[in-house]
């Protein structure tokens, strides 16, 4: 697709004739907008889940993802591709706009925006501002732009706040009426979250950056709601900080009752879940729990090493709760052939495993996706152009490896999905993920390391040109997630979900490396001079110095992805 950037007219020594030179460039992503490749499946009957609206205790949001677009710059931010900002439109009966919506132009329009509605006899939820005051505009910049651009901050009243920015193209001050402010009580404190735009083509404190917001306080109990708004801020203008807006704050006592229910969250998964690359190399695959202990996993007691018990098939026999004191882990079998068989697990026998979690203020579900590898292989490092071969560095039993689906309970929609590597990970919006299948999202698991990511290639863990290599890569071993799963933990579904033993075992699900790390690096070390202080900088677990513990362990089990 193509729009016309520059018309150019030029005589043509042909009479009269003009003839017309049109100058074109590929249209910015932003101009599309993202649908998913399929349509959504009929939700199962429920009560608050995929309805449209969401009541937070008398204030009702509803999110809209229809904009009219109000001011476009074409340089700076993201890829130097500029941003737009837009305004919600279609907006229902009886609702009002909170904010205007921005997104950089380096990825398709995908986003949406909160409106309100006070839905209570005093109606002193909602209020107008008393004036505007303008923050920033374009005039006297010089920036490629289709015309200047204004940004308004919403002067509250006081008990009120503003939950986001007005942008227009005009001088003239937003109609008092155009939006509204919400009752202090309602909302909640915000912190930055993506980068959006600065005049520059990467973020630079020392000048003008317009950033997405989120509840700064988030988590399954935390109650910040995204409005889907951005702040703009400036070294400047002190005025500019977090505390000069806010997010939004669910106060329904029953705030739960916009979460999906068993049915609804079985469709959920069937309709997105994620399929799974493995590398064409890859001799380490995943498992279910249960064939890892079926096939001679073993218990290990400190202090009585030379007698490991068998596990049983659902782990009962396994020392439950506790902390991680160090005196349980858990190993493959004794014997060469089982060991050998368990190393490699078995893709026929994988399950994954589900942990549904509110998020948000329950406007959205987050959809942990847990998968268990017997065994996790040893590493290479990356040097400029040379390649390491790591020796044992990196070898570990019990290796556990996770995604998170985060889907929107106005609607049912896949928002984005968390892919998560080593100690980190990194979210990922549904507009740039690769789909198959449906609305299946592409996974693809690093190499021995089983790290997720969204893309194939290599992704190297470290600074500069040295690291460790993470290898991704398209192949014929493939996993769909949707056809083996078990619902292991959802806590707001109280009963209706049985938490399988193992899943409380608190422990290292391997032992602690069986050789001398030491030694290792220092084999490194001679290959590669310099190496040596890189290696000993990297985690633990990524060593492979620890036994991993399980998904209970994870910080992002209770809390947010990091």
């Known amino acids: 697709m193509y729009v016309?950037?520059?018309?150019?007219?030029?005589?043509?020594?042909?009479?009269?004739?003009?003839?017309?030179?049109?100058?074109?460039?590929?249209?910015?992503?932003?101009?599309?907008?993202?649908?998913?490749?399929?349509?959504?499946?009929?939700?199962?009957?429920?009560?608050?889940?995929?309805?449209?609206?969401?009541?937070?205790?008398?204030?009702?949001?509803?999110?809209?993802?229809?904009?009219?677009?109000?001011?476009?710059?074409?340089?700076?931010?993201?890829?130097?591709?500029?941003?737009?900002?837009?305004?919600?439109?279609?907006?229902?009966?009886?609702?009002?706009?909170?904010?205007?919506?921005?997104?950089?132009?380096?990825?398709?329009?995908?986003?949406?925006?909160?409106?309100?509605?006070?839905?209570?006899?005093?109606?002193?939820?909602?209020?107008?501002?008393?004036?505007?005051?303008?923050?920033?505009?374009?005039?006297?910049?010089?920036?490629?732009?289709?015309?200047?651009?204004?940004?308004?901050?919403?002067?509250?009243?006081?008990?009120?706040?503003?939950l986001g920015h007005i942008v227009t193209n005009t001088e003239h001050k937003p109609p008092i009426d155009k939006i509204r402010c919400a009752r202090s009580d309602f909302t909640d404190e915000i912190e930055n979250q993506t980068w959006i735009w600065g005049l520059g083509k990467e973020s630079n404190a020392n000048e003008l950056n317009y950033f997405t917001i989120m509840p700064m306080n988030r988590g399954p109990q935390q109650m910040g709601v995204c409005v889907g708004s951005f702040i703009a801020q400036n070294p400047n203008n002190p005025s500019l900080s977090h505390t000069a807006l806010a997010c939004l704050r669910n106060k329904k006592p029953n705030y739960l009752s916009s979460m999906p229910n068993i049915q609804q969250i079985e469709t959920l998964f069937q309709a997105y879940s994620p399929l799974i690359y493995f590398h064409p190399k890859e001799t380490y695959l995943p498992s279910s729990v249960n064939w890892f202990f079926i096939n001679g996993g073993l218990l290990y007691t400190k202090g009585d090493e030379s007698n490991p018990v068998l596990i049983e098939p659902t782990g009962s026999n396994l020392p439950l709760g506790g902390s991680n004191d160090g005196n349980y882990w858990l190993d493959l079998p004794i014997d060469k052939p089982s060991k050998k068989k368990v190393k490699k697990g078995d893709l026929k026998e994988t399950q994954v495993y589900l942990h549904i979690k509110p998020m948000l203020g329950a406007t959205y579900t987050d959809i942990q996706i847990w998968v268990f590898y017997p065994f996790n292989g040893g590493a290479k490092a990356k040097a400029v152009f040379i390649n390491i071969p790591l020796g044992k560095i990196g070898e570990h039993v019990g290796d556990w490896e996770h995604l998170t689906l985060r889907i929107s309970n106005f609607t049912g929609e896949l928002q984005s999905v968390y892919f998560s590597a080593h100690r980190g990970g990194?979210?990922?919006?549904?507009?740039?993920?690769?789909?198959?299948?449906?609305?299946?999202?592409?996974?693809?698991?690093?190499?021995?390391?089983?790290?997720?990511?969204?893309?194939?290639?290599?992704?190297?863990?470290?600074?500069?040109?040295?690291?460790?290599?993470?290898?991704?890569?398209?192949?014929?071993?493939?996993?769909?997630?949707?056809?083996?799963?078990?619902?292991?933990?959802?806590?707001?579904?109280?009963n209706s979900v049985v938490e399988p033993p193992w899943l409380n075992y608190c422990r290292e699900w391997g032992p602690k490396v069986s050789y001398d790390l030491g030694d290792e690096i220092k084999k490194v070390g001679k290959l590669l001079p310099g190496i040596e202080k890189f290696m000993k900088s990297l985690p633990k677990e990524v060593l492979g110095e620890e036994g991993p513990t399980g998904p209970k362990m994870k910080r992002s089990w209770d809390g947010v992805e990091v």
């Open 4 to 162: 016309c950037d520059l018309l150019i007219l030029n005589m043509v020594s042909m009479g009269n004739c003009l003839t017309l030179h049109r100058k074109r460039k590929k249209a910015l992503p932003i101009e599309t907008v993202f649908k998913l490749p399929s349509p959504l499946p009929t939700w199962p009957p429920g009560e608050g889940f995929a309805k449209g609206i969401i009541d937070l205790g008398g204030l009702q949001v509803c999110q809209i993802s229809t904009f009219t677009k109000v001011w476009v710059t074409y340089q700076g931010g993201p890829d130097d591709l500029g941003a737009t900002f837009f305004e919600p439109s279609l907006i229902p009966n009886g609702f009002h706009m909170l904010a205007s919506y921005g997104q950089s132009n380096n990825r398709l329009l995908s986003g949406s925006v909160l409106v309100a509605k006070d839905d209570t006899d005093n109606q002193d939820l909602l209020i107008r501002p008393v004036d505007y005051s303008l923050i920033w505009t374009s005039e006297s910049l010089g920036i490629k732009q289709d015309t200047n651009g204004y940004i308004w901050l919403p002067i509250a009243p006081e008990g009120y706040h503003a």
């Open 426 to 494: 990194s979210w990922v919006t549904v507009s740039e993920l690769e789909f198959n299948g449906g609305n299946k999202p592409c996974t693809y698991s690093s190499l021995h390391g089983h790290a997720m990511y969204s893309k194939p290639g290599l992704v190297l863990q470290g600074k500069g040109t040295i690291g460790i290599r993470n290898d991704t890569a398209k192949s014929k071993i493939l996993m769909d997630t949707g056809v083996g799963f078990e619902l292991v933990a959802g806590e707001y579904l109280g």
